[in-house]
């Protein structure tokens, strides 16, 4: 038993001596960093609109095909011309090319929305949502978007 | 003398008769007749002679009577004339009198001749009625077929296009056979369309124009490298990003006679071909009223000198109204309607009218079921390429075929059909259409059909079927079969092809190997893009030319282990209760039902595996555990899930249903495994894409569409277990041929393996096969042993994008006791990890204590936390 108490109070103060300096060692050095570098002002999250444009762009991973640029460009002018048969048919091409972007989903779902078909955009936002990690700024666009599409 | 006075009640005839007769007793010429019939019918000769023999009584009486006085005054009678009367009744009596002798003239037999005329005219007018009856007649019956819509145009039914663009995921072989089946024909360099050259990946192609659903494409010529399986670079003439190639033609929703064509103008037809037609056809086509004579003879006269029929003597006209209206019976009957009907066509019609509609009746050959007719259509049929493209030879050949399509088959007679093509570039030549340097290079060239591959003009009737199908939810039969509609789907010829050539090669290798009589096994897959729902591919029977039942889409057959799936994807939408590591009891199981019967299921091996992970119970396909499972989550809620994954079937909530006892189509199946496969997206599976009108207006789009979805977390978890079904359980043949494509699936047996099943997908493809007989007879097929073979040869070929999944947020990775199914709240050491929801963590426990964390887990553990 004493063999057994004495092992638990070492593995414990091991534990606990390891943590100890790993957050001393962090908070010295926050408190020099704080000591030297000025105040930072308090960061506000601008609300981004949610349209077509934001949609597009704000997605930052490249495009693996220079095709889909291309026809990201002729959706959005059909699109612009308020063409929704033609815009899908141009975004559903993408898909075909690559079923895995968050933002040809949410450009659909978006024109879904346009048309004021709430339950088809909700899901394809939902869709694009689904490749998404939570903190990325494009899921907080699309959580908009689908507030706005209820 | 005699009773020569009229007497009351007499007749005239009588009279008369009686007066002639008086007269002949006492003055008879010899041979004057004496025979007069009364009105009576009586010959009135018995009274002359009864008067005549009074008289000679009288005479021949010793005793001489004495005339009475009144005799005697009366006047004498006149031999031939009636006495006269001055009495009404008198006059009666002669005008009744006069009436019987023209009655009597009347029948006086008339002369042969004048009978003859008589008929003549009666035949003459009678036919003259008939002849206007019939002509008006054939007038309704030749107008009313030529006015407005004269053909049922079929619909044209196109697979996808192939779009070509850098980066793009292509197999060289799949770029060859698209070229090879839309008739291009390989070259050195292309310098027309139609043509292409390929030397070490690289292509140049030169495309055709085509009229898409969003437009026209020009033709185009453009180079691409291919290499690693994608194409690497891409340029093209019109400078565009994305070319797509004109889709294949893969069949046609056609009329009950078959007949098919392709509707062109006389614009739309070469000159040499127009007047090519009139020289060797019809020379007088433009002077004669529809038959002419001078035709016949001429027909006549080139027969006699080349010994053989070279020529017919039928206009175009008549050889349009016999294709469009008669039947081919070589009857004068038959000719002579032809010939009234051709007068009367072209009475009501012009010449140029008449001749363009010829253009696109006259039949040319036979494709299978199909019909060949016009030359707009056959052109493509034997040449790959519109009318405008034809040269003066491939023209001639088209002409020359007209006199006998089945004699002068290019494909099958090549002597006969060149010897024929050559005689019209005779004729042309003589009639000064072509001149002697293109008669000389015409003569020369060979025949240039293309060459029958076994892949050309080839339908997918399985397909077709599923198009069909769909289509009448919008559009009448009549409107399919008549209005020459485009309809543009999603069949991927690469994937069709393939899938049937493997579906029956592999079917053949297992009648082989199990010893069965060939033609044992029947089997059936349908494809579909992992993503959008597409179908990419339908194989309805081993023989896949044959249009017969297609049990693709209409063979329910039990399914077995393929609804395992389900009923974990049930259990795991209870997080809190299941995941993947819980252990289930895989012992004995014994359920009473209604009917009083005790159901003991068993597992394939006839064992119970005593306490087993549920990924595993599913990898493994342990009968005992999943219908302990089943059981506890609830038969209904299992049915709900088969409904969410969008089965639309009516399946009875009975306990059996656990191990698949619901039979349904390979078509149904794709259909739940679809929306497992895109990650709990429930979309209805399409096989159309667009449909336009015959001019390219567009009259409906299918867009990718949503309907719901499941669980994103549970969905995910599932094919994280279908996963490791095909890596370490009953799947594993497939993953071991294919291993860089990290698969998904499940098998399926069902009772006395009468039912061999395999459901997967990869990153970019979802396929189902059943493997069977038709009997319903017992088979030596498991999922494993059949179906799983003959999907892995097909996924070999087709599929191209690995499995990659895609957690969910609500997942996370942690470390659990596989013994215990214990879950722990973060990771421990080397104790395996597995993907959970987060809402299963509620029961987590923290890492046990013999499982020492050291620093590095203590910093990863506290960074996970802050």
Redesign the interface.
């Known amino acids: 038993m004493r063999n057994g108490l004495v092992s638990m109070v070492g593995?414990q103060g091991k534990?606990l001596s390891?943590?100890l300096v790993?957050l001393g060692t962090i908070l010295g050095l926050t408190g020099c960093f704080q000591q030297t570098a000025k105040p930072l002002a308090p960061v506000q999250e601008e609300a981004i609109p949610v349209d077509w444009e934001t949609l597009a762009d704000t997605y930052d991973t490249p495009m693996?095909?220079?095709?889909l640029e291309?026809?990201k460009s002729k959706a959005q002018m059909a699109y612009q011309d308020g063409d929704y048969?033609?815009t899908?048919?141009l975004l559903?091409?993408m898909?075909?090319?690559d079923?895995?972007r968050p933002d040809v989903m949410a450009l659909?779902g978006w024109v879904y929305c346009q048309q004021a078909e709430y339950d088809?955009a909700q899901?394809?936002l939902?869709?694009a949502r689904?490749?998404l990690?939570?903190e990325d700024k494009y899921d907080k666009l699309l959580k908009q978007a689908e507030v706005g599409c209820q | 003398m005699g009773s020569d006075s009229p007497k009351a009640g007499r007749s005239p005839r009588n009279t008369a008769s009686k007066k002639s007769s008086s007269r002949s007793g006492q003055q008879k010429k010899p041979g004057a007749s004496t025979r007069r019939k009364t009105l009576t019918g009586k010959s009135s000769t018995t009274k002359k002679t009864n008067a005549t023999k009074k008289t000679n009584t009288v005479k021949n009486g010793s005793s001489v009577k004495k005339t009475p006085a009144s005799e005697v005054i009366r006047a004498p009678v006149r031999r031939s004339t009636p006495a006269k009367s001055s009495t009404a009744s008198t006059r009666k009596k002669k005008a009744a009198s006069k009436r019987s002798t023209q009655a009597s003239r009347r029948h006086t037999r008339p002369s042969a001749f004048k009978r003859l005329l008589k008929w003549f005219g009666y035949f003459t007018v009678t036919g003259f009625v008939a002849l206007v009856i019939i002509l008006i007649y054939l007038d309704a019956r030749v107008t009313q077929t030529f006015e407005g819509k004269r053909w049922a145009i079929p619909a044209k039914v196109y697979a996808r296009p192939l779009e070509l663009f850098e980066g793009r995921p292509l197999k060289s072989q799949a770029l060859v056979q698209e070229l090879k089946q839309l008739g291009y024909e390989a070259v050195s360099y292309p310098k027309r369309p139609g043509q292409y050259s390929a030397y070490k990946g690289k292509f140049h192609i030169y495309s055709r124009p085509f009229l898409f659903w969003d437009g026209l494409q020009n033709e185009q010529l453009m180079t691409l490298q291919l290499g690693g399986n994608r194409i690497q670079s891409l340029s093209s003439s019109n400078e565009q990003d994305m070319v797509r190639l004109e889709p294949i033609r893969v069949g046609g929703i056609y009329p009950n006679h078959n007949e098919d064509r392709e509707l062109i103008s006389l614009d739309d037809a070469p000159e040499l071909l127009l007047k090519g037609l009139i020289a060797v056809e019809d020379r007088q086509f433009y002077e004669h009223w529809g038959i002419s004579v001078r035709g016949i003879a001429r027909a006549m006269l080139a027969n006699v000198k080349a010994g053989g029929l070279v020529q017919g003597g039928s206009t175009l006209t008549q050889q349009l109204v016999k294709n469009m209206y008669l039947n081919h019976e070589r009857t004068l009957s038959r000719k002579a309607v032809e010939a009234l009907m051709a007068v009367l066509l072209e009475v009501n019609y012009p010449k140029e009218s008449i001749l363009e509609t010829y253009m696109n009746e006259i039949y040319l050959g036979q494709s299978g079921r199909r019909a060949i007719h016009g030359f707009g259509l056959g052109s493509q049929f034997y040449f790959q390429r519109n009318l405008p493209y034809l040269q003066t030879h491939e023209i001639a050949l088209l002409v020359g075929i007209i006199k006998g399509p089945s004699y002068y088959n290019p494909h099958r007679f090549p002597e006969r059909a060149k010897k024929r093509r050559d005689q019209v570039l005779d004729i042309w030549q003589e009639a000064g259409l072509i001149d002697q340097a293109q008669w000389l290079k015409a003569k020369s060239a060979a025949l240039g059909v293309t060459k029958k591959a076994p892949y050309l003009n080839v339908e997918y009737p399985a397909y077709l079927d599923l198009v069909k199908r769909q289509l009448k939810a919008d559009y009448r039969e009549a409107d399919l079969t008549s209005e020459g509609l485009r309809i543009f789907t999603s069949l991927d010829p690469f994937t069709q092809r393939q899938a049937e050539e493997q579906l029956s090669k592999e079917v053949k290798r297992l009648e082989s190997r199990y010893k069965q009589k060939p033609g044992t096994f029947e089997s059936a897959s349908v494809i579909t893009d992992a993503f959008s729902g597409d179908v990419l591919a339908v194989v309805g029977s081993r023989s896949p030319r044959f249009f017969g039942f297609n049990r693709a889409l209409d063979a329910r057959r039990p399914i077995g282990s393929l609804v395992k799936p389900v009923v974990f994807l049930t259990a795991l939408s209870q997080p809190e209760r299941y995941h993947l590591g819980s252990i289930l009891e895989d012992e004995r199981y014994e359920h009473l039902g209604k009917n009083g019967k005790l159901w003991v299921p068993q597992n394939y091996d006839r064992r119970s595996h005593g306490r087993v992970s549920l990924q595993d119970v599913l990898a493994h396909s342990y009968n005992q555990a999943t219908v302990r499972l089943g059981m506890e989550i609830g038969v209904k809620n299992v049915v709900n899930t088969l409904n969410e994954l969008g089965l639309v079937r009516e399946v009875a909530p009975f306990p059996a249903v656990l191990l698949g006892a619901v039979s349904l189509t390979p078509y149904e199946v794709a259909s739940l495994y679809q929306t497992i496969a895109s990650g709990g997206y429930l979309m209805p599976l399409r096989a159309i894409r667009a449909v336009t009108t015959a001019d390219g207006a567009e009259l409906n789009r299918y867009g990718i569409k949503l309907n719901s979805a499941l669980d994103r977390g549970s969905v995910y978890l599932i094919q994280r277990a279908m996963q490791r079904t095909v890596e370490q359980g009953s799947g594993r043949f497939a993953h071991q041929q294919l291993p860089q494509l990290k698969l998904a699936g499940k098998t399926g047996t069902t009772n006395d393996q009468r039912d061999s099943w395999f459901a997967g997908f990869s990153g970019d493809k979802v396929a189902v096969v059943w493997v069977g007989r038709d009997d319903n007879g017992v088979t030596p097929l498991t999922g494993s042993s059949g179906a799983l073979k003959i999907w892995t040869s097909v996924m070999r070929e087709i599929a191209v994008a690995p499995l990659m999944l895609n957690a969910p947020r609500d997942i996370e990775s942690v470390a659990y006791d596989p013994e215990a199914g214990t879950l722990y709240d973060s990771q421990c050491g080397d104790l395996p990890t597995l993907p959970v929801r987060k809402d299963s963590l509620v029961a987590a426990e923290p890492c046990p204590d013999n499982r020492e964390s050291d620093w590095a887990d203590n910093i990863r553990s506290w960074f996970s936390d802050f």
Do not use: M
Not at chain 1, 64 to 67: M, N
């Open positions: 593995y534990k390891s943590t790993l693996p095909f220079p095709v291309k026809l048969q033609a899908h048919l559903d091409q898909f075909r090319v079923s895995q659909k088809e899901l394809w939902q869709r689904g490749y990690h939570a």
